[in-house]
């Protein structure tokens, strides 16, 4: 099954206005040509809908890094669904290992991000990984398989379709320490072999898998070529026009 190429820049806590405004602006004008595959940007809230603003005429997809499972209400500090769309982004990133690990979001949390972006319309981007302590205790399989099933609990065949998931090794993000290819692929296929027990083939083979984890200009034409590599979840080199747009250019 060919599945369309999904290139993701998260930018997590960087970028003033401006600055964010002058990096869309560089990335829209390196993406136009770029028909056959899929560029979304995640820049952090205060940059939304400005972001959403430069990249108006472009076919560039905007996520938010987070999101709420309510629409709205007592909750300082959380984006909800709704104001997403309305400052113009169509998915979310969910369950991020930063998240996770810094701010201590389990599966459950996760989970009720996934349905709230869900019931709202928002593309949720589930985030799974396992960090070096787990993979070097031979536990790499078990932590994913948890965050899957967890993560992804009561979430109906169709929904499913429409979701996105992003495998990112700990110990490779931030760290210039990539997954090897052969690493990846045997994580992301592990991922779609579970899905299609959770949910069918068909929708396992459809949903498209990304590998984040220091991809960058070196590394990203191996990672792209394995067969359940759909994509990238790219953290520092997205924050680099020169960099991201030699990413989403991949061959
Ligand atoms: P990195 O981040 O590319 O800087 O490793 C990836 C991510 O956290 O999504």
New binding site residues.
Partial sequence: MKRRPLLAG?W?MHTTVIEACHLAAEIGACSAHLDDRDILLAPPYTVLSEVAHVLKDSNILIASQNVCWEQEGAFTGEISPTMVKSAGGVAA?IG???RRRIFHEDNEMVNKRVHGALRFGLIPIL?IGETLEEREGGQAFTVLEGQVREGLAGVSPDAMGKMVV?Y?PVW?????KTASKEQAQEAHAFVRKLLAEMYEKDIADSVRILY?????VDNVNELMAQADIDGA??????LKAESFCRIINFT
Avoid: P, Q, R, Y
């Fill in positions: 998260n997590k990133i991020h290992s930063e985030c992003a990112e490779a993000i931030g760290t210039g984040g984890g220091s991809v960058n979840l790219v953290g520092g080199a997205a």
